[in-house]
């Protein structure tokens, strides 16, 4: 857990605080994007806010759910952010959801902000007082003309691991027959319906199981079997 710095936690009990600023970076280096650093706010001078020398773009951006949880299972907070022109739309689609991705939330009090963000400078500033969380996007919730919601889990919870960014289905295969994923070249076996065919231009995969087992090919099935036991 991080240390909170005593200087934020006497802030924390002022009668009269500054107010509270929340500031995202959301890293998308390791599913094949880029770093992106969003305020949901301007400064008083009406630019984006400066923080450690870096500038946050305001960008209609919104958690929630982050609040600390003693008890049962982990939080799984949430992040909002706007899909103006499209834009999430893209990455969602080139990037399998973002899952993967990994979000940081600063929450900092603007009296501790870098001078450059008031007209007559702040002899408070402090770039060491700064509250952080680190978490992975694990799914896309909900993605809309209007703006794309992601599910969020500590890092602990998925120790490198990424949930498959595409839908799970029990006994149905979405891997291209004869493609890279598929791995069959063999003969022709049957068509779409599991009927036998020794014709290559009638041999079409049923994209069931069956399928796969006709052509000794049960080990790259592209379906999720334990999902029947799940729901059992």
């Not at 305001?58 to 992040?79: D, V």
Request: some cysteine.
């Amino acid at each position: 857990m991080q240390d909170i710095r005593q200087e934020t936690l006497n802030e924390c009990t002022r009668a009269e605080q500054s107010a509270s600023v929340v500031l995202w970076e959301i890293d998308l280096t390791e599913v094949g994007g880029e770093r992106y650093f969003f305020c949901n706010e301007q400064n008083e001078k009406g630019e984006p806010v400066t923080w450690q020398e870096r500038q946050y773009q305001p960008y209609p951006i919104q958690g929630s759910g982050f609040e600390l949880n003693g008890k049962g299972t982990s939080t799984r907070p949430t992040l909002t952010v706007s899909n103006l022109y499209g834009m999430v739309t893209g990455m969602v689609e080139d990037m399998q959801s973002l899952v993967g991705g990994t979000v940081v939330r600063r929450k900092v009090y603007a009296r501790f902000l870098d001078a450059v963000n008031f007209v007559n400078g702040n002899r408070d500033a402090d770039p060491e007082q700064e509250v952080i969380s680190r978490w992975r996007i694990e799914q896309c919730s909900d993605l809309t003309a209007v703006s794309a919601t992601f599910v969020l889990a500590t890092p602990t919870e998925t120790d490198g691991a990424v949930f498959p960014g595409r839908i799970m289905l029990a006994n149905t295969c979405t891997w291209t027959y004869r493609g890279d994923e598929c791995g069959y070249s063999g003969p022709a076996v049957a068509d779409e319906y599991d009927q036998p065919t020794s014709d290559i231009t009638k041999d079409k995969c049923s994209k069931c199981l069956s399928g796969c087992k006709f052509r000794n090919n049960v080990g790259n099935f592209g379906g999720f079997l334990s999902i029947h036991k799940l729901s059992q």
